[in-house]
């Protein structure tokens, strides 16, 4: 049972550049997060997808934009990079309808290491 | 609101002795509570679970977590610590919002093992 995948692993773009990161879900899975973690930080929320909407959104601007496909995987793309967008950024995915209970669970991906230059 | 305080950002131990990484939280009811560890340059794996279920709640590679009400804390423990322990560890506390369900980590604490 694969779990999340995310692509490319690594990733270097310039300044004013645009970039898309991707996501698929665990098996089973129906919701997608999206985690920007800078080095030496805690993975910080960015928004949140499900039924190919953005349900709950972090403090990010909107150059941070993202996308559910009906298979439930997602793209996170960020318009006009900025050097402080360099982070490895992380996919989580979840059942919506078992959080709350002890079933629930959220699995990560590997993250993808995206540096800005 | 929910949060989760880690109150170090390092803690240094030697192989073989105790480890002892904190963790306090902020929530109007009942939290969900997790640990995950993140190796260097891998992603997060998740430890242990506290879901209202028992207290003490027994994770992977010999640890556990201990949900304390009155202390609202939730401190990971373990009896030995091994050289492969060494990593970067959250807390992570599920906040609900809007009818979704977001993980909002902790700081994280950086988990240095000596020889």
């Known amino acids: 049972d694969a779990g999340v995948t995310q692509s490319p692993t690594h990733l270097i773009k310039t300044r004013g550049q645009q970039v898309t990161l991707r996501c698929s879900p665990k098996s089973g899975h129906d919701t997608v997060s999206w985690y920007q973690q800078a080095l030496g930080q805690g993975p910080q929320f960015i928004f949140q997808y499900y039924e190919e909407e953005e349900r709950q959104r972090g403090n990010f601007p909107d150059r941070f934009s993202g996308h559910q496909f009906p298979n439930y995987s997602s793209e996170l793309n960020v318009n006009a990079l900025l050097l402080g967008d360099s982070a490895l950024y992380l996919c989580?995915?979840?059942?919506?309808?078992?959080?709350?209970?002890?079933?629930?669970?959220?699995?990560f991906g590997s993250g993808t290491r995206l540096t800005v230059v | 609101a929910q949060s989760v305080t880690q109150l170090d950002s390092h803690v240094s131990v030697s192989e073989g002795t105790p480890v002892l990484l904190r963790c306090n939280y902020s929530s109007s009811y009942s939290p969900s509570l997790f640990w995950y560890v993140q190796h260097p340059n891998k992603g997060l794996q998740l430890l242990l679970k506290y879901t209202s279920a028992a207290t003490l709640v027994k994770g992977i590679n010999g640890f556990e977590a201990e949900f304390k009400k009155s202390e609202t804390s939730f401190h990971l423990t373990k009896p030995s610590a091994h050289m492969s322990d060494a990593a970067e560890y959250f807390c992570v506390v599920i906040v609900s919002s809007g009818g979704s369900y977001i993980p909002t980590f902790g700081r994280g604490t950086s988990l240095i093992v000596h020889p």
């Open positions: 989580a995915s979840s059942f919506r309808f078992r959080v709350g209970t002890s079933n629930y669970g959220y699995t």
